[in-house]
Nanobody
């Protein structure tokens, strides 16, 4: 069964960093596009980053470009989101999602599997 499990969230101060993990099971991350999203209660879910299959082309939302980096470790079957220079506006529940079409890329992804989310809180 396909499964995505996020971890690495927590409480940090402004300017600090966190690395989120999205551990996959039931499939090989190298063959699929994986996206990261975040959501604040009462607001729409925001897509923030994606990494495509194979060579792993990446995309970022303007709100995180230059601060966040998405990467993939095929040996660990895990996708990471390195988040630097965090601000209170980054506070949200962060989710990873899978486009289950083989060799999917970040162009018009179709995410059909989601993790349970991990809370990130940035506060002084």
């Amino acid at each position: 069964q396909l499964q995505l499990v996020e971890s690495g969230g927590g409480l940090v101060q402004p300017g600090e960093s966190l690395r989120l993990s999205c551990a996959a099971s039931g499939f090989t991350v190298d063959f699929y596009a994986i996206g990261w999203f975040r959501q604040v209660p009462g607001k729409e879910r925001e897509g923030i980053s994606c990494i495509g299959s194979g060579s792993g082309s990446t995309t970022y939302a303007d709100s995180v470009k230059g601060r966040f980096t998405i990467s993939r470790d095929n040996a660990k079957n895990t996708v990471f989101l390195q988040m630097n220079s965090l601000t209170p506006e980054d506070t949200a529940v962060y989710y990873c999602a899978l486009d289950a079409r083989t060799y999917s890329q970040c162009v018009q992804p179709d995410y059909t599997w989601w993790g349970q989310g991990t809370q990130v809180t940035v506060s002084s």
